[in-house]
């Protein structure tokens, strides 16, 4: 199981505004990401929607009238309550938003809510005059003390014509704030990892740099389940062609000396480090403040840049932090004995070994094909997988790392590490 949505089960609260399309498509969403979805929705949310349309995305009938939560013993409200990982209401209108305030019981929604221990997760939706009247954010303050995960609403277009705050969060968002809540007790809740991502940029001027070809998706992805497991994640990029993931503090650095200092500023406070930034190993002597004739590009010298892990390896003799730090490594030829070496070079726990050749895995594309290798001797090939499950997979090994041992970090080449 590497997605932390699949098999959980989540109540889906829907109320009755216009931003219930949304809805559906968060529903739909949390089953592809295989959710055991209960739907549980007001009369007003009816007169939008039939329950037919939740009913055949989520494979069971909608909840939708208190008195039929007591019907037949299948779905009371109680054990429906009782057996929910999470209960998400969206949209959340500002009359189901002060009825749960006030602890009432009065619809299938707020009875259920009452009834569960599950984590509550709301995303008000409303025009924006009642959003921002004090009753609705007293009553947000209220949800909010009584430990409710607020998502959103957002500023944008809304349904009475306006421009002002009240839009739904997306329900992609909405998934993202659901993987934080059901992660926050999670195996690495104890952890702080930091991950770099992304290709670095060397500035020749201003126009011109000298970059690689890395989309920064597989530390992002490794940031991503790192939070969903509970860990405090630092991520520290350079360009990437995808966003960084809620819930994670971002640093941005753009030079392979920006990330030097980043990362060593982040050594203190940082157990775990994954290191799968693309960092350039050159860089123009000189950057020119004006952008450079053709004529003069001929020209350009270049320099070594700082290698980030080997000045890490320096850091943790004194600081003994990170306690484990993990490597990338893209290689063409010898693979295996290459990564190895580095390994041992940069004094890593693990490298991590990218098939940078073939064009359903590596740069640019949301799987990869990796063999990790550990100090221990193991090598282990993984095959073509979503990035996101080479993640899981990665930190499932940092966790049997850790595990059981206090990972002091010893110096020099050959330092046992038990699996
Ligand atoms: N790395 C680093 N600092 C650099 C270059 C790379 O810390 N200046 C890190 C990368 O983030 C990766 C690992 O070192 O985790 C290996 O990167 P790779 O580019 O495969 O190796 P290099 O050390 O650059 O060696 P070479 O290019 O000679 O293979």
């Known amino acids: 199981m590497t997605n932390i949505l699949s098999e959980k089960t989540i109540l889906l609260g829907v109320t009755g505004g216009i931003a219930i399309y949304k809805a559906v498509d968060l529903c739909s969403k949390l089953v592809q990401q295989g959710a055991d979805v209960h739907v549980l929705m007001t009369h007003a949310a009816q007169k939008f929607i039939t329950p037919l349309t939740f009913g055949a995305i989520s494979g069971h009938p909608p909840v939708t009238d208190l008195w039929q939560l007591y019907e037949g013993e299948q779905i009371g409200h109680v054990t429906l309550a009782h057996r929910a990982d999470l209960f998400i209401i969206a949209p959340l209108t500002a009359h189901t938003m002060a ?9 299938p929604i707020t009875a259920t809510a009452l009834s569960s221990r599950a984590p509550l997760l709301v995303a008000p939706a409303m025009e924006h005059n009642m959003w921002e009247h ?12 009584l ?9 944008g277009h809304l349904a009475s014509g306006g421009v002002g705050m009240g839009r739904m969060a997306e329900p992609f968002t909405i998934l993202e ?8 007790e999670g195996p690495l809740s104890n952890l702080r990892v930091t991950v770099t991502a992304g290709g670095t940029r060397e500035w020749v001027d201003p ?21 969903d497991q509970g860990a405090k994640v630092n991520l520290v990029h350079g360009a990437m062609t995808v966003p960084p993931p809620i819930g994670v503090n971002v640093i941005e650095a753009i030079r392979a000396e920006d990330m030097l200092r980043v990362v060593l500023d982040l050594l203190p406070e940082t157990d775990v480090l994954i290191s ?3 960092i350039a190993d050159f860089r ?10 053709k004529e003069a590009g001929q020209g350009i010298q270049l320099e070594r840049t700082p290698d980030v892990l080997k000045a890490v390896a320096e850091h943790r003799r004194k600081l003994g932090m990170p306690r484990l730090v993990v490597g990338f490594a893209a290689e063409t030829t010898d693979i295996i004995a290459n990564a190895r070496a580095k390994m041992e070079k940069k004094n890593l726990e693990m490298i991590v070994l990218n098939d940078v050749t073939a064009p359903d895995a590596g740069f640019g594309v949301d799987t990869n094909r990796v063999t990790i290798l550990t100090r221990d001797g193991a090598v282990e090939s993984l095959p073509l997988m979503d990035k996101e499950e080479v993640a899981f997979n990665i ?7 850790l595990g059981g041992q206090s990972i002091g970090w010893s110096p020099g080449i050959g330092s046992v590490i038990p699996s």
């Open 99 to 107: 009825r749960l305030a006030q602890g009432m019981a009065d619809g």
């Open 134 to 145: 004090p009753a609705t954010q007293a009553n947000l303050s209220r949800l909010k003390e």
């Open 147 to 155: 430990g409710a995960t607020v998502v959103g609403p957002e500023r």
């Open 177 to 184: 704030y659901a993987r934080i809540v059901l992660g926050r």
């Open 207 to 227: 126009v011109r740099f000298m970059g690689n070809r890395s989309s920064g998706k597989m530390g992002v992805a490794l940031a991503r389940v790192a939070r």
């Open 276 to 278: 799968a930034a693309a």
């Open 284 to 293: 123009p002597v000189a950057t020119y403040d004006t952008k450079l004739k």
């Open 395 to 401: 930190l499932h090994r940092i966790r049997g790392l």
